[in-house]
C-alpha cells in the first residue's frame, strides 16, 4: 500500500471519529489516550476477515482494539469458538458486554480492558485488528512471536516489509476496504545437523539457513557436496524444500516436516525417476545460531 494512500486513510479515520464528538469533547478531551480512534469495521468486511480465519473448533480469537466488540461477537456466534477482544476505551469494553448479552454469546467471549501492547495474547490461534500503520508495526515482533500457524488477519492496514500471504478487496459504497493475512512462520534460522543414507552409506548433513519472515533460502551440505537452496516459504511450522542430486539429471532429494523450536522432525524422499525411498528426518539446530526474522 502506497504512504500517500496509508496517510489519507489515516485522515479519514482521524475526521470521522473526531467527528463523533460534540463540540469541545474532541480526542484531546477523552480520558483515556487513544492510540487508534474507534471506526467500527463494516460487517461486509467482517465476513471476509472470517473468512481467512478459517475458524475451526478449539481456535481462540483475540480482536486487538475490539471496539464495539462486533469481531468477537461474530465468531463465537459463527463458529462456536472462545474469542476475546481487547480495548483500552472502557466505554467500549461496557458497550462490547452488553452487544454479546444481546447476541447471547456471553459464555463464549471475554473482553479485556488492557493496552494491546501490554496485553498477554500468547495462546491466540487468530488474531484480528483494525489498527493504524505505526501501530501494525510495533505490535510486529509480539506476533511473530506467536505459535507458529496462528493466523493474522488485518482490516486495511499492511505489515510493511512483511509481506502477507493473501489479500482480497471488499468494495463497499465508493470505498474499497483492503483485508490482509499472514500465517506466523516458524523461526528455521540458523545451523541445522543431521545424518542420513544415501547410497547405501550414512551421510553427515548441514543446512544453513538465511531468514525473513516466511522466507528462507541457504546452503545444504550433504557431506562434501553443498548446494544451495533457492528462496523457499516456511507455512506456519510447515517446511519443505528440495534439491538435484550433483551429477544426475532427474535424482530429487525432498525434505518435508515441522518445526518444533529447535527441532525439525518429518521426511526425507529420494526421487529417482518413477522410484521412491523414504527415511526418517530428524535435525537438530545448533545452539546460539537462530537469529530474528524480522527486517
Not at 100 to 125: K, Q
Request: aromatic fraction near 8%; include cysteine; charged fraction near 25%.
Amino acid at each position: 500500500m502506497g504512504k500517500t494512500r496509508k496517510i489519507v486513510l489515516v485522515l479519514f479515520c482521524f475526521i470521522l471519529i473526531s467527528s463523533s464528538f460534540p463540540p469541545g469533547q474532541g480526542l484531546l478531551a477523552q480520558e483515556v489516550r487513544l492510540d487508534v480512534p474507534f471506526v467500527p469495521t463494516p460487517y461486509e468486511v467482517i465476513e471476509d476477515m472470517l473468512r481467512f480465519a478459517e475458524l475451526k473448533k478449539g481456535d481462540i480469537l483475540y480482536d486487538l482494539g475490539c471496539g464495539d466488540g462486533r469481531i468477537v461477537i461474530e465468531a463465537a456466534r459463527r463458529a462456536g469458538i472462545r474469542a476475546v477482544g481487547i480495548d483500552i476505551d472502557p466505554e467500549r469494553i461496557r458497550e462490547s458486554r452488553e452487544n454479546a448479552r444481546i447476541a447471547g454469546v456471553e459464555n463464549l467471549v471475554e473482553f479485556r480492558r488492557a493496552n494491546i501492547f501490554e496485553a498477554d495474547f500468547s495462546d491466540a490461534t487468530v488474531v484480528t485488528m483494525y489498527l493504524l500503520p505505526d501501530v501494525n508495526i510495533r505490535l510486529r515482533p509480539t506476533i511473530l512471536s506467536l505459535k507458529p500457524g496462528t493466523r493474522i488477519i488485518s482490516h486495511q492496514f499492511d505489515m510493511d516489509e512483511w509481506q502477507a500471504d493473501r489479500m482480497t478487496y471488499v468494495p463497499i459504497d465508493l470505498y474499497v476496504h483492503t483485508v490482509f493475512l499472514w500465517i506466523v512462520p516458524a523461526n528455521i534460522s540458523g545451523t541445522w545437523d543431521w545424518s542420513l543414507n544415501l547410497n547405501q552409506k550414512k551421510t553427515d548433513c548441514r543446512l544453513e539457513v538465511n531468514q525473513a519472515y516466511q522466507y528462507f533460502s541457504g546452503k545444504l551440505y550433504l557431506g562434501e557436496q553443498v548446494l544451495h537452496i533457492p528462496e523457499t516459504k516456511v507455512v506456519g511450522p510447515n517446511v519443505e524444500f528440495s534439491v538435484i542430486l550433483p551429477g544426475t539429471a532427474d535424482t530429487e532429494l525432498i525434505f518435508s516436516g515441522q518445526a518444533e523450536g529447535d527441532q525439525l522432525n518429518g521426511t526425507a524422499t529420494l526421487v529417482q525417476g518413477k522410484k521412491n525411498a523414504r527415511q526418517t528426518w530428524k535435525a537438530t539446530r545448533r545452539p546460539g545460531t537462530a537469529t530474528s526474522i524480522e527486517r
